[in-house]
T-cell receptor, first 115, second 116 residues
């Protein structure tokens, strides 16, 4: 069965620091998709990125970057020069190839960025 | 365009009652999924509906049910409420087409249910 682990339950940094959120996943499928979502205090999950299992290229979007490594079953997320507005809970999620739109979420990492 | 709309946003019920939550997806989205979020269990998949048919179901008791209407709007119902059903219930919609792989889900703000 699929599983997503986010070992860091809470991280606190000072503004402008870089921070990396870890995500480790387990699946038996060779085709799968990985996601990151952000949940601000309002409660709505906001999509950040989707990656499929055949694309191991790292991705950078502004201050955000993602490192996908199949060899270690990890999909880590780095925020460069963090800002107070980055404070939220971040979720990593997995969808197996035959599971349609069913996502398995990790437990989430609460990021607090202090001014 | 309008996002995913969930109603009501907050509600309080007592044990043994039932509750119905509503979700209006983004226009053109045919798939609606429901998730339960609790501090103890995190985010858990409840079910997915596509074209009025349940396509996937999570590991929840039969007290949890749902349906989807021809306009893609969806409702979920929880009968015989228990204290442990207190949670944030999130609805998400997407196009639903699996040809290009897992879709990106757009989530609503959720319905926060408190069971006393």
């Amino acid at each position: 069965a699929q599983k997503v682990t986010q070992a860091q339950t809470e991280i606190s940094v000072v503004e402008k620091e870089d921070v990396t959120l870890d995500c480790v996943y387990e699946t038996r499928d060779t085709t799968y998709y990985l996601f990151w979502y952000k949940q601000p205090p309002s409660g709505e999950l906001v999509f950040l990125i989707r990656r499929n299992s055949f694309d191991e290229q790292n991705e950078i979007s502004g201050r955000y970057s993602w490192n996908f490594q199949k060899s270690t079953s990890s999909f880590n997320f780095t925020i460069t020069a963090s800002q107070v507005v980055d404070s939220a809970v971040y979720f990593c999620a997995l969808s197996e190839g035959n599971a349609g739109n069913m996502l398995t979420f990790g437990g989430g990492t609460r990021l607090m960025v202090k001014p | 365009k309008a996002g995913v709309t969930q109603t009501p946003r907050y509600l309080i019920k007592t044990r043994g009652q039932q509750v119905t939550l509503s979700c209006s997806p983004i226009s053109g989205h045919r798939s609606v999924s429901w998730y339960q979020q609790t501090p103890g269990q995190g985010l858990q998949f409840l079910f997915e509906y596509f074209s009025e048919t349940q396509r996937n179901k999570g590991n929840f008791p039969g007290r949890f049910s749902g349906r989807q209407f021809s306009n893609s709007r969806s409702e979920m119902n929880v009968s015989t409420l228990e204290l442990g059903d207190s949670a944030l219930y999130l609805c998400a919609s997407c196009l639903g087409d699996h040809m290009s792989g897992a879709n990106v889900l757009t989530f609503g703000a959720g319905s926060r249910l408190t069971v006393l």
